[in-house]
């Protein structure tokens, strides 16, 4: 064999072996892809067993219980269901240090928020939220409450959507207060977030540009059966699967669980004092003004098959600046 046609040979040989290394890296990556544990975060037991059920359930073509993507419809609590609530709801501390004064009611709470942002402008509101979650850390983590999300339900919210659920937010605190952050927080849109809702009013500036108003009048109130009634109001359709944490996502889930075929309805349960914060008063834990979770909510979650998530024994790793 000549030399050229031994350099020719040779190189032919090289690249067929370049190229089977090549395939062979590709078909591992995917392979390891595929089989990549999509909720790390969550430790073995019921809880995370009933959420994989529950989605290959739903979303198997052959599976008795497949739902078409259209009516995949998950909807979430935020406050202490997505990020930390105690010792008090991060926009009751927003609304505190831009009007400060004593507050003893909730009452009195909303007379004070209504007075303090009557007549803003809206996108002076939302600027308003974007400066101050820049900078307000909460007393515990010194940390910013966007930091203060759960792991594990972001975990969730992403395995939902890659198969092709749409994730709401559906929350009784402000839903021009959590649509600012939302998308970049959690992923989704503000477009899919429900709240309680003010009034605005449309109007013009000096230089004739339109723009709305906040007014002090209550549209939508979203929390207990607020919130199945705002569900229908901007989703039009019953969930496939609810999460909440408190007595305020009671109606939620119920509504959710009363639906036809495959239904997910799950509760969690601050149950772990070292790591966040532990608080019912169900099960004999501390009570709270602040989301709190009733021994009946506990019972009713037995009674409907609703799966009550252990923070302490359901999640490994519950922020993901923790190591």
């Known amino acids: 064999m000549t030399l050229p046609r031994r350099r020719r040979w040779f190189l ?10 090549l395939l062979a890296t590709v078909a591992a990556m995917a392979g390891g892809a595929q089989s990549a544990d999509p909720l790390p975060s969550w430790n073995p037991g019921a809880a995370r067993d009933g959420i994989v059920r529950f989605v290959r359930q739903t979303t198997d073509p052959a599976s008795p219980a497949f739902v078409p993507p259209a009516e995949r419809i998950a909807t979430f609590d935020q406050d ?25 009611t909730r009452q009195e709470l909303e007379r004070l928020a209504a007075t303090a942002l009557s007549g803003m402008p809206l996108d002076t509101f939302k600027a308003d939220v974007r400066q101050w979650l820049a900078t307000a850390r909460h007393p515990r983590w010194q940390r910013p409450y966007t930091e203060l999300t ?19 937010i559906v929350t009784g605190g402000g839903q021009d207060f959590v649509r600012v952050f939302a998308e970049e927080v959690y992923g989704i849109p503000p477009e899919q977030v429900i709240g309680s809702a003010g ?22 109130n ?35 669980k009363a639906g036809d075929g495959a239904r997910l309805s799950m509760l ?9 914060y532990a608080y019912g008063p169900a099960l004999g834990l501390p009570d709270s003004r602040v989301g709190p979770f009733t021994q009946g909510l506990y019972d009713e ?3 409907q098959g609703w799966i009550v998530i252990s923070m302490k024994n359901d999640w490994g790793r519950l922020f993901a600046f923790e190591p």
């Open 222 to 256: 979203d929390n207990d059966a607020g919130k199945p009634e705002g569900i229908q109001l901007m989703i039009g359709r019953r969930p496939i699967a609810a999460f909440g944490n408190s007595t305020g996502d009671r109606q939620m889930l119920e509504y959710t």
């Open 199 to 220: 009034a605005t009013r449309y109007g013009y500036d000096a230089q004739g540009r339109p723009f709305l108003t906040k007014e002090p009048r209550l549209l939508l």
């Open 268 to 276: 969690v349960l601050h149950d772990d004092a070292r790591r966040e």
């Open 12 to 21: 032919l040989l090289l690249g067929s072996l370049l190229a089977t290394i």
């Open 80 to 104: 202490g269901t997505l990020w930390v609530e105690q010792p008090v709801y991060p926009q009751v501390r927003f609304i505190l240090e831009k009007v400060p004064g004593a507050v003893t």
């Open 301 to 303: 979650a037995r009674r």
């Open 150 to 168: 759960y792991q594990p339900m972001q975990e969730l919210l992403r395995y939902l959507r890659a198969h092709g659920f749409k994730t709401y």
